[in-house]
């Protein structure tokens, strides 16, 4: 299960058990429904699942940064995303955002904090990535790299831990896992080191999830750089998984004509012949990549629509009534 969306189904699940009220009337948890009688109105406020610990602990962070003690504040920071990762921080007033992710936007304001943070938590991040790397007798540890990812995500172990993640995801086809994983680094400080795994990953985790607006604007930026590899690799796979359509439209076919119910139900409505037939197109199997040698065509499945069935047989496009 990816992080970051554990982290928004936690919120759903735990509004009633912070201790901060989200708002100041109660609300209603029984509806008015007929046979209640007497009508019973029992309410609950609801809450924020925040922390006054985590708050703290922020506090402490903040002030320990205006101090210049920046090693002790980025341990603090440290804290709150190891002890509180599923708590609220506020934003301003009414608004609140997931404390790692506040963390994060902390470290990424201020260059020292974030120096700092990577020297010291660095090392220890990326043994941890190069112990969940799979070898030749354990498999990769899936859930150690979620666990450098969460808690270590702007170092450059983060980066290396989410890219492994993208990829063991993409492997096995699991697309919006793939997609999640890599929301995650989109603030990275070291994502333009490795700019062609990062798009390919997105833009093919996007073909995946039928994103043709984001699979486009990820294979521009491949298509932009030095490196062509990735761009061939992507288009290699796109033309296996989702092939572009091998027939041009045929513009010269007439619109459907006005007809009347036949006299017997196995006479069609209407015929249109296409300019050029399915047969005439395949003969020339060689500028022909859709079909290899060999294969065998599969006859269109009728399709249905209101009163009518339609029927694609290769030349000409059939219509009956049902």
């Not at 190069?130 to 808690?151: F, G």
Request: some cysteine; charged content about 20%.
């Amino acid at each position: 299960m990816i992080l970051a969306r554990t982290r928004t189904w936690v919120y759903i699940g735990l509004l009633c058990c912070g201790s901060t009220p989200l708002w100041g009337q109660p609300v209603p948890i029984q509806p008015d429904l007929p046979g209640n009688s007497p009508k019973v109105t029992t309410q609950r406020p609801v809450y924020i699942e925040d922390s006054p610990a985590a708050q703290e602990l922020a506090d402490e962070a903040l002030d320990l940064r205006d101090q210049g003690r920046t090693a002790d504040a980025v341990q603090r920071l440290q804290r709150v995303i190891d002890e509180y990762p599923f708590k609220l921080m506020p934003t301003r007033e009414g608004t609140y955002t997931d404390a790692v992710l506040w963390v994060r936007t902390q470290l990424l304001a201020d260059h020292r904090l974030l120096d700092v943070y990577r020297s010291l938590f660095g090392p220890a991040a990326a043994r941890e990535v190069t112990l969940a790397m799979p070898t030749a007798t354990n498999p990769i540890d899936i859930e150690k790299l979620h666990d450098v990812l969460t808690r270590h995500t702007l170092t450059p172990a983060g980066l290396d831990a989410g890219l492994a993640l993208g990829a063991y995801h993409l492997e096995r086809a699991e697309g919006r896992d793939a997609w999640s994983v890599l929301n995650e680094l989109v603030d990275h400080p070291d994502l333009s080191d490795h700019p062609g795994r990062y798009h390919f990953q997105r833009a093919l985790s996007a073909m995946l999830l039928s994103d043709a607006a984001a699979y486009q604007a990820h294979r521009q930026i491949l298509q932009a750089l030095a490196d062509p590899s990735y761009l061939a690799e992507l288009d290699a796979l796109a033309n296996r998984t989702h092939p572009p359509l091998r027939f041009q439209h045929d513009s010269a076919t007439p619109s459907p004509p006005a007809s009347n119910l036949p006299d017997t139900l196995d006479t069609p409505l209407w015929e249109a012949k296409y300019a050029q037939g399915l047969s005439e197109i395949l003969s020339n199997r060689s500028s022909f990549r859709g079909v290899p040698p060999g294969a065998s065509l599969l006859r269109v499945i009728p399709a249905a629509d209101a009163d009518r069935v339609y029927l694609n047989l290769g030349d000409k496009l059939t219509a009956y009534d049902r």
